[in-house]
């Protein structure tokens, strides 16, 4: 009859394992506001409803992170309240818009699970899918995640390592979620940057900076019912190497994609993340800067959308954005690096040129 | 035409003095997120509409600890602005559930009046009520406070104690919020420990902590527009034993009832708080830690949830929720010990046991 | 093609320039939530929907100072990005009611500009204007900024200054917007102060202290959508004379307005802004207190509110309110004081006058 709850360990996963996990939650305008209040948020399509109804939706859409966010910590409970470490995201694409009043339901399923040489831990790979009250898809990722084992001499299966995309591809893109109204986001803007103004190659650096408190990334962090013992509980963390609480990762990438605004104004969502890796630890009084290299340019004949493939840089304690460096796959990290992001994003085209008949 | 608000001193006070408190609040959804942020509540019947539809309500009702912080918030200009300490609660009871949108309005009637013997502070009886725009109650209780005197030579009546129940009878707890559907919990929660599942005696370790910060609490008392200056002035606490900012206790209640969930994941809400202690006081930097005792199990026949009296201790800064210790009423109070909860909470049946006809 | 986004300096202004900020922003529910949340606002007409209707609204508008704040917030990123100090304002008025659901898009046109002795930076005198989804100015006022110029030599034309008004004019002021049934609030703030009971010199002491916190200000400064570095970059302002985060002086206003509300319980809205100083720099831990005079008192006959002329100061660190010192023009300001603003606000008469036919 024990109710001490301990989460799952490495051993205790299995593959194929499905879970629906606790408790589905309904997202609205109270989020979205506290949102904008959490990351200085001031992306045009969620920041007034006169501007998301100019641009073809009904009504502001809930913000593509928090949506994941949300969704990302009703994972926690069953599958990193151990965790070692998150280390990756595959496959992620946003599929539909979520609005005021929409629940989201999670599931995952474990498609690899590989024990470590030391047997202390393991890494657990899941997909999960978020779905709203209709039963729709509206996010999907996988992520993997390194897992203390409770037993080291538990026996644990053969390795299986799942077949995972490098990157989202083009026609699983969720593009049809914007229609041709989406030209006219400039003139809410005032930014007349669009698709065609942005080229492979092109690094922006994004202007802002934001210093993170205690308190900050621990409301946004609960407001994702997300349980990480390391975001809430400085007295253990005194304990551990980090010495102190550790910003939610997901934090960290919300904080960045706001800093972005300026640069990428008429931004509409993210529709895909094919990779990212929390280089390093955030903590309380870091200061936060991000910059943004246009690594491909995406012309869907004939959508009012093009797509740009960004690779997004955080930074922390940089006294310019400037000096945020992009280094190659074989280098070491830049020791400020904090979030090396892969993404897709969608933006209104000034030309939809289509196909002749 | 002095507009110099002192507040009431215990001489201001009289025997059946009713107070009318300002100002209405009406709650709503954007105060259910906060909550959420705030707290870390995963409660399920607050989490989602669905959910909340699914147990056989119309849509999520607000959190009972929200509902009873603002209520009590608006007693505090009138009744405890001037207060050496808050003492107990008694006879707390949620009688009709609060809906997105509605009203509260909160009365109040001193029930019980006693000088102290250096007749510098007095005790204060409020019995306290608070009804939604319909005139219907939502909640009621009594707690009585120790408040400083204006004048200590003034004159004060005889001491009059008001007769206070030990605990809310089993007859007065409002179980007909609850129908049959609130059987499919589990479904949601994905845990399928239900009323029939706790066992008198058992005790159960919440395996979460929380660390307070300034922000955070002093966030959480204001959206409650509670003034006690405890908890917003710091220059005037350093000058005070205290030395900085006191955690507003309502506000541990609530963060020690989020830590529950793990152990009490179909927990439906608090039906009556019998009696509480703030054992010791909290602050910024605090970590809380929660540990809970099933002290009665009340099988109401023919109704669809149980009752569970529990004792809820809330400590701080102890390494481990084992560590946790339940003294005897005889015993000094642990010196961690900052929270100590006499409640009832309500919890699905598996089985609803019927009279014979 | 670059997407150096570094806003404008004081040589890109020019007289008669128009802007139209980005971006629009819904107003709504959660917000007012998170603004009481923010600065303990407990001001009777925007706190419960009965109370609003009682006092003749449809439903609670959203707080006078919320409204200022995000129009405020909108026109940053285009006028004072790069702002020495904010120097004034003037003709501050607020015009309608901005309710649950309405959308704000700003506009400003600058009507002054005078270059500095040194050459290194310039005033600039901005009329902004905010209006909601139907076209109505809700909220108009004037501000003048000191902002760098990129470059010391670059050629400024001759200094114009705007001829503005020393104080709104009392038949500019939007009283139409309160009916008679303004007069029931005394029996929802169980106050009964109203107009006729303050008196031209009146000093009232407001009794509430509020210590502000870097979360605090950082959460409130972004919900408004202002981007001023000066907020939220520590490690920029480590560097700076500030050595740390500045508080947002519109947050300064709040907390002073809402510490306000014991002395005026009754106030309905602010109706105008005259002039206004933000003194001196207020930073996290600082702990505000607030005190305001009576200046003048407007009877409007007819009018079922008078208007109260208030200086409000508001000071930091002082160990009582009585300690707040309203200095002369001609003296140095006190070494404590953080705002000192001139404006008017509404409240309910007992008795409407009216002009015998």
Known sequence: ???????????????????????????????????????????????????????????????????????????????????????????????????????????????????????????????????????????????????????????????????????????ALALQVFGEQVASAPRVTGCSDQYEDYAVGERIDHPAAMTLNDSDHSLATRLYQNTAKAHFDAATMARSPMQRRLVYGGHVMSICKALAYDGFENLLSILAIHG???VAPTFAGDTLRCATQVVECLDFEGAPVGALRLRMVGAKNVEATEQIRFTAPSEPPDPHTVLDLDLTVALPKKRIHRQHP
Chains 1, 2, 3 share one sequence.
């Open 276 to 278: 990212g890796r929390h």
């Open 1 to 171: 009859m024990s109710k001490q709850r301990s989460g799952n360990f490495f051993e205790d996963f299995h593959l194929g394992q499905r879970f629906a996990h606790a408790t589905p939650r309904t997202l609205g305008l109270a989020d979205q506001s506290l949102y904008i209040a959490l990351t200085g948020s001031r992306a045009c399509l969620h920041s007034a409803d006169t501007t998301a109804q100019a641009l073809g939706f009904a009504r502001r859409p809930i913000e593509d992170l928090l949506v994941f966010n949300t969704a990302f910590g009703k994972t926690v409970p069953d599958i990193s309240l151990n965790a070692v470490a998150n280390l990756g995201y595959a496959e992620l694409r946003f599929l539909e818009p979520v609005f005021d009043g929409d629940t989201l339901g999670v599931e995952s399923e474990v498609i690899g699970l590989k024990e470590n040489a030391n047997r202390r831990s393991g890494v657990v790979y899941v997909r999960s899918s978020a779905r709203n009250q209709h039963g729709r898809e509206v996010l999907g990722w996988v992520r993997w995640v390194m897992v203390h084992k409770r037993d080291a001499a538990a026996a644990c299966g053969e390795p299986v390592l799942p077949s995972l995309a490098a990157h989202v591809a083009p026609d």
